[in-house]
């Protein structure tokens, strides 16, 4: 599943996106209203959490406008201003839930949950790719329906290709959304990480889903098939 995270704070942005990228997540970031609302028309998200104080407009503009044009993704306000006429102002303008800051991560994931639960749409939290599942929300991927015993950062790196399956992922994409990291992080980490995740993912099978675009990047998505390797 897909978050939009729009937070002018920086840390607070980082901290999101760790936690929900380990909670099996693929997270995007804005810093401001008007790219905020930008992404969340131009892309397909799953929830929003939408920061209240931004540097440009307030979040109320952002989704008020959301509403106005007709998107119904779940929105959970995030802001300092706890104050009851607040919460009811973002209650009314359509936000799904209000949590105050300072807040424990793992409060906010339980809301996070909660409102992707009652959203009347259906939402499918297992990720299929040829015979790889991926449960996003029992955090368990099998392949041939074999468990793969991940690590908490490889089962964020694999939903993430999985995720984005077909799409070349660069390494500084990688090394942004599953280890938070700057334009100065060391591309060799996503090298290694890819590596041992190849080694339970792909080595054990008949096939590889994991392949490499030289000088470019990774990618995840079945080149062969089962039916190739079973005669």
């Known amino acids: 599943m897909r978050i939009l995270v729009i ?34 028309t131009s892309a397909s998200y799953d929830a929003v959490l939408l920061d209240v104080m931004l540097p440009d407009k307030e979040g109320w503009w952002v989704l008020g406008e959301m509403r106005r044009q007709g998107l119904h993704v779940p929105v959970i306000c995030l802001t300092a201003r706890g104050s009851v006429p607040d919460r009811v102002k973002g209650l009314e303008l359509g936000a799904d839930d209000y949590v105050v800051k300072p807040f424990a991560f ?4 339980a809301r996070l949950r909660a409102v992707l639960r009652r959203t009347p749409e259906p939402r499918d939290e297992v990720i299929r790719v040829s015979d790889l599942e991926i449960d ?66 792909d080595k054990p099978f008949a096939f590889p889903l994991i392949h490499t675009l030289r000088g470019v990047g990774y990618v995840l998505e079945p080149r062969e098939s089962p039916e190739k390797h079973a005669r």
Not at 106 to 109: A, D, G, P, R, T
Not at 159 to 182: F, K, P
Request: hydrophobic share 45%; charged share 30%.
């Open 106 to 109: 793992s409060e906010l994931l």
């Open 136 to 201: 996003l929300t029992r955090h368990r991927a099998t392949r041939a329906g074999k468990l793969l015993d991940l690590s908490a950062k490889e089962f964020a790196l694999l939903a993430l290709l999985a995720r984005r399956a077909g799409q070349v992922l660069t390494r500084t994409m990688i090394a942004e959304l599953v280890w938070d990291a700057s334009f100065d992080f060391d591309s060799n980490v996503v090298d290694v990480a890819i590596h041992r995740l190849r080694e339970k993912v």
């Open 7 to 40: 937070e002018d704070d920086r840390k607070t942005a980082g901290f999101l996106r760790k936690g929900l990228t380990e909670a099996g997540y693929v997270v995007d970031i804005a810093e401001t209203a008007e790219d905020g609302l930008f992404q969340v």
